[in-house]
């Protein structure tokens, strides 16, 4: 559970240290997941600061990760990419993230858009393709909110993913000739890969791909009043789906291999906010 004192003081600092390095807030928040470092790649006038600098940031450590935050320009608009989530497998504690988004919010952060690694559980979807997160499944029914006070706690988590948002990333897609479905992300606690017979259920439930991140901080960030987008990278086909042994490496090396692409697509999203009235 959060210790709210302390958050609040850490947030407090994060928020002055951001103000007077890169002044007003960009709208949009980006959370790189494995494969979409890339992105950072199309950021023009780029500042870089370690997670150490902001007290409320976490300070994860899974292999192919830099903690970072990343503040410039793509196209019109300006961002602040976040490289390196804190995942609840690390600590078993799903609020990982509550400091660096409550962060964002009160420095005049507007959206979040995560991106994440998935398996895929649907042939439609192989590895390699893109994912609109369209609504999430919290299967391990774990909430970062326990223990929050007032009535401001019982989120509304309908369209949780912004709708309009969807509507306007699924336009560009199709302006950019580039295939991206749209579907419902599971969260699955990990650190294990799923059994088959986990992702058996999953796909029962309406599940179309499952990862080990996002929701905890879609929870967060709908809490703290931003709009949220999501897309996942298919990586593998989830377990049981692929005579492919699953390993951490196996993943990596698919999400180094479609990472280009997708981090191309990010950035022509992120661009394309400009357009929108967030
Ligand atoms: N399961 C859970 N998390 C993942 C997977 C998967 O198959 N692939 C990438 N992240």
């Known amino acids: 559970m959060i210790d709210h004192n302390k958050l609040d003081v850490a947030v407090t600092a994060s928020v002055e240290k951001l103000q007077s390095l890169f002044g007003t807030a960009p709208e949009v928040a980006v959370v790189l997941g494995s494969g979409w470092a890339g992105a ?26 830099v903690n970072e935050i990343v503040v410039g320009k793509i196209g019109a608009q300006r961002v602040i ?54 609504d999430h499944i919290n299967a391990p029914q774990r909430s970062p909110l326990v223990g929050e006070q007032g009535s401001q706690r019982f989120v509304d988590m309908v369209n949780a993913y912004d709708a309009e948002l969807r509507k306007h990333a699924l336009a560009l897609a199709k302006r950019e000739n580039l295939m991206l479905g749209e579907g419902t992300y599971c969260w699955a606690l990990g650190p294990q890969f799923e059994t088959p017979a986990e992702i058996r259920m999953f796909a029962a439930w309406g599940a179309d791909a499952v990862g080990m991140s996002t929701v905890p901080e879609t929870i967060l960030a709908r809490h703290a009043g931003l709009k949220v987008m999501g897309i996942a990278l298919m990586t593998n086909m989830a377990a049981g789906l692929s005579a492919e042994a699953l390993t951490h490496d196996l993943t990596l090396k698919q999400a180094q291999m479609s990472g280009e692409r997708a981090s191309a697509f990010l950035a022509a999203l992120v661009a394309s906010l400009k357009e929108v009235a967030l």
């Not at 500042?47 to 940031?57: M, R």
Request: proline share 6%; net charge positive.
């Open 40 to 65: 950072v790649s199309h950021v023009r006038d780029a500042k870089n600061l370690s997670y150490a600098e902001l007290p409320a940031f976490p300070q994860p450590k899974v292999e192919g990760h």
């Open 81 to 134: 990419f976040l490289r390196g989530r804190a995942h609840t497998y690390e600590s078993g504690e799903c609020t990982g993230m509550a400091g660096a988004l409550r962060t964002l919010k009160r420095w005049g952060v507007r959206v979040l858009v995560q991106t994440n690694a998935s398996g895929s559980l649907r042939g439609h979807m192989p590895p390699g393709s893109l994912m609109l997160i369209a």
